[in-house]
């Protein structure tokens, strides 16, 4: 008999690359395509483990240096290989440790860690060893089997304007993809979005993405979406954009009519966005969320300490598998709320977040994802389903989901055919406004 856990034997780094609409934030406007590397890792057992993890070439290198420290090592001894890889990779000298308080996208490749690919494929093995889905090895273990989910709301700006390739689904028999690639920039036009979202996917929670227009005009879209789902609770972030003053007067009015409210303010005045957002707390009755002030342990002490958020976006991809469900536990503990945030995503990320949530005890935060911008761009043969509001969890070992090597090799191909890896929401924003620059402080249409 042979002895410990499988060995890997295998491990793959394919950057991989799907289609996006052109969505509005803060950064401008997302580009045509979004890139994704996806890590492959097979074991002795002959099992396969997959993750899925941010896009673009730092990553990429990242998880390919990686290699040595992953094959032959036992899955069992996963934590010692994370461990390994902490310590062995070193901080690129461009990070200046700002992260994203003030959501530089360029910045989004410091936060993310290359390594929880790593750690996700390990864990689908482990899993798939032991007979245990993944949420049986986090945290507490299981605690529910379907996971509520938001409605991720986007301005989408007009592809016409551009003479880039956006993708056009009018042809399309289903409602949502028809609309997803239209121009949406009015409150009716995102009152539509959230019936067709519902009908679809059943959602009960909506977020919308702000930092785009005036934010008295974002307001405006989030009244009225109260207006057509009084049941619903609604969100907006702006990531960061308006200043404190402004944030305020936006937001008092708005008590009873937003459930919480994501990242209002950022940096200002010598004061870092941590004690910005403590004030914000001091002046206006609502929960704050945040994916910008609290992206890992040391940010986390400091937010913490000044009280600064009621409910932490996770992100597995910024902080761990098992990093993401052990601040789910303090928060739980503490009386804070848990949940995630997310980038554009295939469905192995859709998975990863399934079991992470499914682990997170307490009652988090409804999920964000991406995913219904990209629904039907599967990589997976049994990608996992969002209905009446929840994302299912799957029930089989590891993630409990299937490769499809031929969707992954067409992605690959769309990849290698594009002339940037990087997200740069700032080329297809210039269409819309010549010379056009990123500025924190300013919605993105705002000029
Ligand atoms: O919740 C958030 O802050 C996000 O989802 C930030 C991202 O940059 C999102 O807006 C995106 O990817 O366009
Ligand atoms: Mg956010």
Redesign the pocket.
């Given at each position: 008999m042979v002895k410990g856990t499988p060995v890997v034997t295998e491990m793959l780094v394919i950057p991989v690359a799907g289609r996006d609409s052109m969505?509005m934030?803060l950064?401008g406007a997302?580009a045509p395509f979004f890139t994704r590397n996806l890590v492959i890792i097979r074991d002795s057992a002959g099992h396969t483990g997959l993750g899925e993890i941010h896009g673009g070439d730092y990553t990429c290198q990242a998880l390919k240096s990686c290699i040595p420290l992953v094959v032959g090592k036992p899955v069992g001894m996963y934590r010692s290989i994370l461990d390994d890889i902490h310590k062995a990779s070193a901080r690129a000298p461009e990070d200046d440790g700002e992260g994203i308080q003030s959501?530089d996208?360029s910045k989004?490749k410091f936060v993310v860690k290359a390594e929880w690919a790593i750690e996700c494929a390990l864990l689908d093995l482990l899993g798939q060893y032991l007979d245990l889905p993944v949420c049986q090895l986090l945290g507490q273990g299981k605690q529910r089997s379907r996971v509520e989910t938001l409605g991720?709301l986007?301005y989408v700006s007009d592809k016409v304007k551009t003479d880039l390739p956006y993708l056009d689904e009018s042809g399309s028999p289903d409602p949502w993809y028809r609309l997803r690639r239209e121009e949406m920039l009015t409150p009716e036009r995102i009152v539509e979005q959230a019936c067709v979202l519902r009908e679809k996917y059943g959602f009960r929670n909506f977020?919308l993405?702000g930092g785009v227009l005036d934010g008295a005009e974002e307001m405006e879209a989030v009244r009225a979406l109260k207006k057509h789902f009084p049941q619903g609770r609604i969100n907006i972030?702006p990531?960061g954009a308006w200043g404190l003053e402004e944030a305020v007067r936006l937001c008092r009015p708005m008590e009873s009519v937003l459930t919480y409210i994501?990242?209002p303010c950022g940096p200002e005045a010598g004061y870092s966005s941590r004690e910005i957002m403590a004030e914000f707390k001091n002046a206006v009755k609502l929960p704050v969320a945040t994916?910008?002030i609290a992206t890992d342990w040391r940010q986390f002490y400091h937010a913490a300490a000044m009280k600064s958020v009621d409910i932490v976006?996770a992100d597995p991809h910024f902080w761990g598998f098992g990093g993401s469900v052990r601040m789910a536990q303090i928060l739980n503990d503490w009386g804070l709320t848990w949940g995630s945030?997310?980038?554009?995503h295939f469905d192995i990320t859709l998975t990863a977040f399934a079991h992470t949530a499914a682990a997170a005890p307490g009652n988090p935060t409804a999920l964000?994802t991406?995913w219904i911008w990209q629904d039907g761009q599967n990589l997976l043969k049994d990608a996992p389903q969002i209905r009446d509001g929840y994302l299912e969890v799957p029930e089989g070992p590891g993630l409990g989901v299937t490769i499809d090597m031929e969707k992954v090799c067409q992605a690959h191909k769309l990849y290698r055919q594009l002339p940037y890896h990087d997200r740069d929401?700032a080329m297809a924003m210039q269409y819309l406004i010549p010379g056009w620059k990123f500025n924190s402080k300013k919605a993105a249409l705002v000029r």
């Open positions: 969505l934030t950064s997302h959501l996208i989004l991720y986007f977020k993405k972030d990531n994501e990242d994916n910008m976006l945030h997310s980038n554009n964000d991406h929401d």
